[in-house]
């Protein structure tokens, strides 16, 4: 253990020094018309920028109200449903096609995303001794905590990391797409052998698979997949590449930018934020969440039963006590989560044929039980929609997917997002991004230490 963890008094006494002058009353947020979190009163975002990269439409504003309506996500203008109906139509991979519309505007022709994925396959390969230096040597338990460092350390095998021309930005970009899932199935493989007591494997890189499939490839001991498999999950790969500006990791992302730090330490900061179990990493809790349900509920068939266990989940009963139901809610969806749709059909079609329709039946259930929970405990009729996390984890589960890796999946695919923001926040932001924060602390003289008491 390389951090030393002190002893449980030691913490408690410099816990209760730390309470005593640290404390911030709600209503001097009020006061002050602060908007926590950069949301506006009616839960809509505080204005921060202006994008060309994707459009998430959850809400109109009609007489100054907020009204739900159906979710869309927009693509560079094209919604993500169009993007994803003519993948399946040609039965195609498209996760390849979105990244480089992101990066550059437009859809690619044919020629172009041949050309496109074909880079891809050549910049997948990690420097040489990488792993053995980056992934081997300082194994971690959680793969995006790797991520992280994996990506902070490429800066050293660069020759021009900190180079912010549009040829440089475009270049690392695009090695970041194409290096993250290696990167994710090296940590993935070495936190299995050194934390799990399990084999690990490495495959050869197949330059031709594209990004599902080499996911596929590199973290299954027979390497073998159906297309299928691939197609669903290139499916999510799509879903989750971008999501606005206003999202916590691209904000992220653009707030380093807007400093003019390199490429490498803006997404290590989005990789860190999108592992937060209020962000990315939600997916993973809505499977803890389904666990706990399935040990705390007798009769999946029995609406009252799951409704009073979701009451004790948000009372802080029972789950992770942090009276959350994850999967549930977005803070601009309002009728729904155009991913979760989706997600819900997939999911319920192949839970039926891999004997997962109990853990479908209880998820569904969380989506339709919530909302009415809600209303009994707090007498609230806001509209509850699922957000793509509350079916992703399942449709990873169905794959075959390890939990370890649900959140590193969702960063593979955000990192053309990322980069795509990134570009746009260098070339275009002008300003470094700079909040203020309003001082609530009185003024107070200066106190000679041998004068100091010990409240």
Known sequence: MVVNKMDGAVLTRLCNEFKKYNNIEPELYEKYQVKRGLRNSDGTGVMAGLTHICNVHGYVVNDGERMPVDGKLI???????????ACENEQRFGFEEVAWL???????????????????GQCRNLPEHFVEDMILKAPSPDVMNKLSRCVLALYTYDESPDDISLENLLNQSINLIAKLPAIMTCAFQVKRHHYDGKSMYFHQINSKHSTSEAILNATRLDRKFTKEEALLLDL?????AEHGGGNNSTFATRVLSSSGTDTYAAISAAIGSLKGPKHGGANLKVMEMLSYMKAGIKDY??????????????????G????????????????????????????????KERGFEDDFKLIN????????????LKGDTKVISPNVDLYSGLVYKMIGINDDIFTPIFAIAR???????????????????????????????YIDIKSRIVL
């Open 320 to 351: 992770d006590r942090t009276g959350l139901v994850y999967g549930m809610g977005h803070a601009v969806y309002t009728l729904s989560d155009p991913r979760a749709i989706i997600l819900r059909e997939k999911s319920e079609k192949m839970a």
């Open 301 to 318: 068939n029995d609406d009252e039963e799951i409704m009073l266990f979701i009451e004790k989940i948000i009372k802080k009963e029972t």
């Open 236 to 240: 999510c790969l799509i879903m989750h």
């Open 75 to 85: 693509y560079r203008g094209i919604d993500m449903n169009d993007i994803i109906a």
């Open 415 to 445: 990192v053309a997002g990322w980069c795509a923001h990134r570009i746009e926040e260098v070339l275009t932001g002008g300003r470094i991004i700079r909040p203020a924060y309003k001082s609530v602390e009185k003024m107070k003289p």
């Open 102 to 120: 992101l990066l550059f505007g437009t859809l690619p022709t044919a020629e172009q995303l041949q050309f496109f994925s074909d880079i891809l």
């Open 365 to 376: 259930a969380v989506e339709r039980l919530t909302p009415e929970v809600f209303t009994r």
